[in-house]
């Protein structure tokens, strides 16, 4: 009896450190269940302007903030005969390969002349560019003309401030390698020379009477369409550009030009008429079969 008393205290000790061991043991076991699993990092893609997120999803109304327009509360359009132009085969054929041929000749020019061009030239490819196709019609786009001589020497130096951390940091030395034989830099004296800047805004919301926000459906793509119209219209006048998306610049660019929230710069195009000396690298363009599937 007295050795049971003496080894009692022990085996209560031993079994108090027991019962610890096991609680402790069960809780690790239950966090590393709840424990969420970690994401692997993203890939690196330094070409997306942090500015320029996807937004074009239909918006969830849990997650937005901000009063919105409902849907469904505008009249029904009423549908009118459409004007068609139906012209002879050998007609159609003709005029297909005429404009071909004069879209082929489109090239990116970095080479402007100061000359200047018509103001209503630029009023008519910018209303061609506002024929493109937008989601459910809501036409996300703002067209900032610029011709005054030190709003576009601001633009040039906030461009080429960013490019150069573009050019030296963010792009990586693959993308800067691929340019080397296009010859491109961070300087962009265009920006000064031409013109005509036209800046492209997506208007990634629209703004009704009374402040209301209406959902601007599929607006990066919509923009892009019209983008596409614009240059063919320019190609058209006989002028010529150059596609720059300036990484990186939109923020700064949007509050230089006094431009709302809901808008975020897409594309900038130096516009006007090649400089007499002007050159563009020697390039070749993929064969129809490399770019066309017929099934």
């Not at 049971?4 to 061991?21: D, K, N, R």
């Amino acid at each position: 009896m007295a050795l049971l008393s003496t080894l009692t205290p022990v085996f209560v000790a031993v079994l108090c450190v027991i019962l610890v061991f096991l609680f402790k043991s069960s809780q690790k076991k239950e966090n590393k269940a709840v424990k969420p699993e970690r994401k692997p990092e993203a890939e690196a893609r330094p070409w997306v302007d942090e500015d320029l997120q996807d937004d074009t999803e239909i918006r969830h109304k849990d997650e937005e903030d901000g009063d919105w327009v409902e849907s469904g509360g505008e009249e029904e359009l009423a549908h009118v005969p459409y004007p068609a132009s139906r012209y002879p085969v050998e007609v159609m054929v003709q005029r297909s390969q005429d404009f071909f041929s004069l879209m082929n000749q489109r090239r990116s020019v970095r080479f402007i002349s100061p000359e200047p061009v018509p103001r209503q030239v630029i009023d008519n490819v910018i209303r061609t560019a506002g024929t493109a196709p937008s989601g459910a019609h809501t036409e996300p786009w703002t067209f900032v003309v610029v011709s005054d001589p030190e709003v576009k020497h601001q633009i040039r130096l906030v461009v080429e401030e960013e490019e150069e951390v573009n050019y030296r940091q963010r792009m990586g030395d693959k993308w800067v390698s691929d340019l080397q034989r296009l010859r491109t830099n961070w300087v962009k004296q265009y920006l000064d020379v031409a013109p005509y800047l036209v800046l492209i805004f997506k208007q990634t919301y629209g703004i009704v009477a009374g402040g209301q926000k209406r959902t601007h459906y599929y607006n990066e793509i919509s923009v892009s369409i019209s983008c596409g119209l614009l240059l063919a219209a320019l190609q058209n006048a006989g002028l010529v550009t150059v596609t720059t998306t300036p990484l990186n610049c939109g923020p700064q660019l949007r509050l230089l030009l006094g431009r709302p929230a809901n808008e975020k710069l897409l594309m900038l195009l130096p516009v006007g008429y090649p400089a007499p000396d002007a050159t563009v690298p020697d390039l070749t363009r993929k064969p129809l079969d490399d770019i066309m599937v017929h099934l």
